[in-house]
């Protein structure tokens, strides 16, 4: 089993995660904001990883520490489970279609964090959840986990059909990128590392 195990505390938060790269889907979500919680769950449930978080965070100021640093923790813990990445497929991509939505994400487990995300415009708000987040989560995951990733939505008109099929594309390119291939042997690059 892959799995990555990390904690993380801080004056603003305290974040436990741990990822299986090999589970089946199972998620215990708890990070005080109901709507991220949601987005979690679709994220483990599409990558068929086994995922538990629990954030106890300062939402009394808002949700961005909580989200940025449940990013970071997330991602660092991704990284953790790939231990050498000896044999995974290395690339992932996904279009999502969800109703009027259509959401492209395409990664690399790199080594060499980069972000480019264009969702277009959001409502400032879906429930509690502060949609300027989306991107803070993404870059803080990315750059943690050392992944070059690329989220676009290509159409849509709602917001929570926008925000929910990047998460659950997310976990399908991440699902495809980590699945390990017979035909690879050691690392997925001609550098011999990554």
Same mark, same amino acid.
């Given at each position: 089993? /892959?799995?990555?195990?990390?904690?993380?505390?801080?004056?603003?938060?305290?974040?436990?995660?741990?990822?299986?790269?090999?589970?089946?889907?199972?998620?215990?979500?708890?990070?005080?904001?109901?709507?991220?919680?949601?987005?979690?769950?679709?994220?483990?449930?599409?990558?068929?990883?086994?995922?538990?978080?629990?954030?106890?965070?300062?939402?009394?100021?808002?949700?961005?520490?909580?989200?940025?640093?449940?990013?970071?923790?997330?991602?660092?813990?991704? #990284?953790?489970?790939?231990?050498? #990445?000896?044999?995974?497929?290395?690339?992932?991509?996904?279009?999502?279609?969800?109703?009027?939505?259509? @959401?492209?994400?395409?990664?690399?487990?790199?080594? /060499?964090?980069?972000?480019?995300?264009?969702?277009?415009?959001?409502?400032?708000?879906?429930?509690?959840?502060?949609?300027?987040?989306?991107?803070?989560?993404? /870059?803080?995951?990315?750059?943690?986990?050392?992944?070059?990733?690329?989220? #676009?939505?290509?159409?849509?008109?709602?917001?929570?059909?926008?925000?929910?099929?990047?998460?659950? @594309?997310?976990?399908?390119?991440?699902?495809?990128?980590?699945?390990?291939?017979?035909?690879?042997?050691?690392?997925?690059?001609?550098?011999?590392?990554?």
């Amino acid at each position: 089993m /892959r799995i990555g195990k990390i904690n993380r505390a801080t004056n603003e938060t305290r974040v436990d995660v741990e990822l299986n790269l090999d589970g089946g889907g199972s998620a215990q979500i708890d990070t005080g904001v109901g709507f991220f919680n949601h987005m979690l769950n679709l994220f483990a449930a599409h990558g068929q990883f086994d995922l538990n978080v629990t954030c106890a965070g300062d939402l009394e100021v808002d949700g961005h520490h909580s989200i940025e640093d449940i990013g970071i923790t997330l991602g660092a813990a991704l #990284k953790e489970a790939l231990g050498d #990445k000896r044999g995974i497929t290395r690339y992932g991509t996904f279009f999502l279609p969800m109703d009027e939505t259509l @959401a492209l994400v395409s990664l690399d487990i790199s080594g /060499r964090p980069f972000l480019v995300c264009d969702v277009g415009d959001l409502a400032p708000m879906i429930g509690a959840f502060d949609t300027e987040l989306v991107e803070e989560f993404l /870059r803080a995951f990315a750059f943690n986990a050392g992944l070059t990733l690329h989220v #676009k939505i290509i159409h849509g008109k709602n917001s929570h059909h926008k925000v929910e099929a990047i998460f659950k @594309a997310l976990g399908h390119a991440l699902r495809a990128a980590v699945t390990l291939d017979d035909k690879i042997k050691g690392v997925p690059s001609t550098k011999g590392v990554i």
